[in-house]
């Protein structure tokens, strides 16, 4: 099973090869919590960016360990990726961009990304 996530205006789409969760992780750091995100972590082998590459701007912050991807166009950060410690890829998935997903219905598991 796969899901399809977007930025506002559909320049860029993605798919995740995977069920869609039934939990989120909320974090309280300066980024989320401005921009609201509800989080689940994919490994890169089940992420596949369809369109708009070439319209996403990258911003790093902090330890620069995670590259937050935005839209140029609408400026919603959809995804975002960066290195596990053991090196593999990850992205972390914005469920508020996933259409299919019941956002009332989701798990949310509380991050303290403040104090991290």
Do not use: W
Request: charged share 15%; hydrophobic share 30%.
């Amino acid at each position: 099973m796969s899901y399809l996530g977007s930025c506002h205006c559909g320049t860029v789409t993605f798919t995740v090869n995977a069920e869609i969760p039934s939990q989120a992780i909320s974090c309280n750091c300066s980024i989320c919590r401005r921009t609201g995100s509800l989080l689940t972590f994919v490994p890169a082998d089940q992420f596949e960016l369809n369109s708009g590459n070439d319209q996403l701007k990258t911003y790093e912050f902090n330890k620069h360990k995670i590259q937050h991807q935005f839209c140029q166009r609408c400026g919603i950060q959809s995804f975002s990726s960066g290195l596990l410690p053991d090196g593999t890829r990850s992205y972390a998935v914005n469920l508020r961009c996933v259409p299919e997903a019941d956002l009332d219905a989701l798990e949310l598991q509380h991050f303290d990304g403040a104090s991290a």
